[in-house]
């Protein structure tokens, strides 16, 4: 039976796969095999004199089915758009010199991933030169310069090698026994997309920019976060350095390592994640991020400024009701450049030091290319002149830079695809929830080539999270299916984040609940309209949207397929096989499993499955560790038990990011659309 059943799905998805793609690029609609030819912005970084633009190219090599970045260089009136690296390897994340003459990134091109050196030289020619820094045999972190270039310093992991508990005698010579058992004392011992974790912690380095070996400057026995550099000889860096560290997961600090006597002293002290320093330009005042932990499922964090001792604590962005990230000094130090999400989008602002805030450009675009998720950025020049990544439902992100509120876009990666492909158009809606008549915000995207008169088919597809947010972003994902004649509706229900804390936190320990009463609400309001299919709804979501997918069909059955991808079906599992053990019980819920088995089970999608008729696709990756395997198999085995139509994708070496390589997520989409065709009236 099992062979059988492991043939099946294999001959399944090898036929959606090639008989939805086609390598002609003659149609005009967007086809899966285009996935490999859509390319991305990502890290745009202004020079410090505003003048030249530093990005990473993002692209895909359909031989390989690998993701591959290199560094370009451009000027900020668009000119002179010059590739610093090529070829199929990844060099991302360069950071300019204070002086603007060089910059670092990292490369994997000789095979490992190394830190690298970029010197620009300024003659009667530009000329440069290459110089590689390191060569480490662990993953480098963020990196910052000092303020004379001197010095460039970064975090990376350092192995330990632990006294090993379990004895085993030696064994003669030329024996094949198995490798020894794997010890694990630690709570948290594996990361999803990473596995299973090395002994050892993360580690604050130096490293002299002239050349010369990374000095290690802390030993601690905890992980140590983003350095930046105070003084000449003075860094800081964020950690939870306390002894219950493995119970309070948010209980960062903010940390000053003096060089010379190696002493660590912490400036912040309270119960809550302080995080993200970011040093004044006169070196006087620090500027960071965090709250006061209450154990609340949504937690928005301040903008907080201190002096350099840790002294003189001020929430300068008081009762501004987003979260905060990407914190930037401005070059007089009266104010700080920060980043938001507002009703699905990514924006960039100012906060003066006493706290009044102005916006400054939106369309920040996010950064997967699967799903519109948030996750764009920006950076700031001393001018005030910005970078940013500017991207829309209709383009995945691009360059973009302006001054104060004028913005233009500088590449245009994907016209080479998208001037022959057309495209699905994306109307925002708001409707009110039937629970409690709450305003919901939602996106309807229509096939290509849209005719009023004709019914298309809705597919009700659904985020993660729960505390992210979908938006005005593109995603190549719900682009394929409108390609297919479906139209899309994807939505940021209760406890989807940018439209406040009180927003989010309707589903403290409350999740799933309401959010299935705005979901169907949203469906609701589109049916409304003539050319919705009404005898033709499907519908999906991953992860947190795997969770609200496999509870919607144990609550209706007005949907005519579902697929639910990467799902959480039995909460009292999850708590305990996920890769955070110390956050989901303590935050998603008021205690323990075994304390609060009502409060579990009754928000399991498990205790449903009996409800359920709905055919139903369970898809997810053979290695991910935050929603694992056996959550798919707990509800896959149910709905086999209760005779619905079902099956069980499994995608091998898939972690939770699991349209992360291109076939992937072409392999996801075929198999959700194959699903659909079948049962489409």
């Known amino acids: 039976m099992e062979t059988k059943f492991v043939t099946r799905v294999s001959l399944f998805i090898f036929l959606t796969l090639f008989s939805y793609d086609s390598f002609s690029q ?3 609609k967007l086809e899966p095999i285009d996935v490999f030819s859509m390319e991305y ?6 020079s410090p004199d505003g003048r030249k633009v530093l990005y990473v190219r993002n692209f895909k090599d359909v031989m390989t089915d690998k993701n591959y970045s290199n560094i370009w260089m451009i000027n900020f009136d668009g000119s002179n758009n010059t590739p610093i690296t090529t070829g199929n390897q990844n060099d991302f994340s360069p950071v300019w010199s204070n002086s603007g003459k060089m910059f670092s ?5 000789d095979g490992s991933l190394q830190l690298y050196l970029y010197r620009i030289f300024q003659t009667h020619i530009t000329q440069s030169s290459t110089q ?3 060569n480490l045999q662990s993953s480098i972190g963020s990196v910052d310069w000092s303020s004379d270039d001197k010095f460039l310093t970064f975090n990376s992991f350092v192995e330990v090698s632990k006294n090993k508990f379990i004895e085993m005698p030696n064994k003669p010579k030329g024996a094949n026994w198995n490798k020894p058992p794997i010890e694990i004392d630690d709570m948290n011992y594996r990361n999803d997309g990473r596995g299973y974790k090395k002994q050892g912690n993360s580690q604050v380095f130096t490293l002299p920019v002239e050349g010369g070996t990374p000095r290690q400057v802390t030993f601690l026995d905890k992980d140590a976060g983003s350095p930046k550099w105070l003084s000449n000889n003075e860094i800081l860096f964020s950690a939870n350095l306390h002894e219950n560290s493995d119970l309070e997961p948010n209980n960062s600090e903010i940390y000053l390592l003096n060089l010379k006597s190696e002493k660590v002293s912490a400036l912040t002290n309270r119960l809550g994640p302080d995080s993200q320093p970011v040093v004044s330009p006169n070196n006087s005042s620090i500027a960071y991020l965090g709250f006061d932990d209450k154990y609340l499922g949504y937690q928005q964090n301040s903008l907080y400024v201190m002096s350099r001792d840790g002294k003189d604590i001020k929430n300068i962005s008081g009762d501004f009701d987003r979260n905060i990230g990407n914190v930037n000094w401005s070059a007089d130090g009266k104010g700080l450049y920060f980043q938001y999400d507002d009703e699905g989008m990514t924006k960039l602002a100012y906060i003066s030091t ?3 805030i102005r916006d400054i450009v939106d369309e920040i675009g996010g950064l997967s290319l699967g799903r519109p998720y948030s996750g764009g950025t920006y950076t700031i020049s001393k001018n005030g002149s910005y970078a940013f990544t500017y991207g829309n439902v209709y383009n995945p992100s691009d360059l973009g830079v302006g001054i104060k509120s004028s913005k233009v876009r500088l590449t245009h990666l994907n016209k080479d695809l998208f001037d022959y492909k057309e495209l699905g158009k994306v109307e925002e809606v708001w409707y009110e929830s039937s629970f409690d008549g709450r305003k919901i915000q939602g996106w309807l995207v229509k096939p ?38 479906y139209a899309v509706l994807y939505t940021n229900p209760r406890g989807s984040t940018s439209y406040g804390k009180e927003f989010g936190n309707l589903i403290h320990h409350n999740y799933p609940s309401q959010d299935y009463d705005d979901l169907m609400s949203g469906v609701d309001y ?5 050319y919705i299919d009404k005898d033709n709804l499907f519908v999906t979501g991953g992860s947190g949207g795997g969770v609200l997918t496999s509870w919607i069909v144990g609550k209706t059955h007005r949907f005519n397929a579902a697929v639910v991808a990467k799902p959480v079906i039995n909460w009292y599992s999850f708590v305990l096989y996920a890769d955070n053990i110390s956050f989901f019980y303590k935050y998603w819920f008021p205690g323990l499993p075994w304390d609060n088995l009502e409060q ?3 928000r399991s999608p498990i205790s449903y499955v009996g409800n359920v008729k709905t055919p139903t696709m369970l898809l997810t990756g053979e290695e991910d560790f935050r929603t694992p395997m056996a959550e798919s198999e707990q509800f896959y085995a149910g709905l086999k038990l209760n005779q619905v139509e079902s099956m069980l994708v499994r995608i091998p070496g898939a972690s939770h990011g699991i349209a992360a390589r291109p076939s992937n997520l072409i392999a996801k989409v075929n198999a959700i659309t194959a699903w659909f065709e079948k049962y489409k009236k």
């Open 26 to 28: 003659s149609s005009k």
């Open 41 to 46: 912005v990502s890290d745009p970084r202004i």
């Open 105 to 109: 990134y990292k490369s994997n091109s």
């Open 132 to 134: 590689k820094l390191t």
């Open 354 to 356: 006493d706290g009044k």
């Open 448 to 485: 290509p080539n849209f005719d009023p008169n004709k019914k298309y088919p809705l597919i009700l597809e659904i985020h993660g999270g729960p505390f992210t947010n979908y938006g005005f972003r593109f995603s190549a994902e719900v682009q394929l299916f409108a390609s297919k004649g």
């Open 526 to 530: 589109v049916m409304q309209r003539e």
């Open 600 to 602: 579990y089970m009754k």
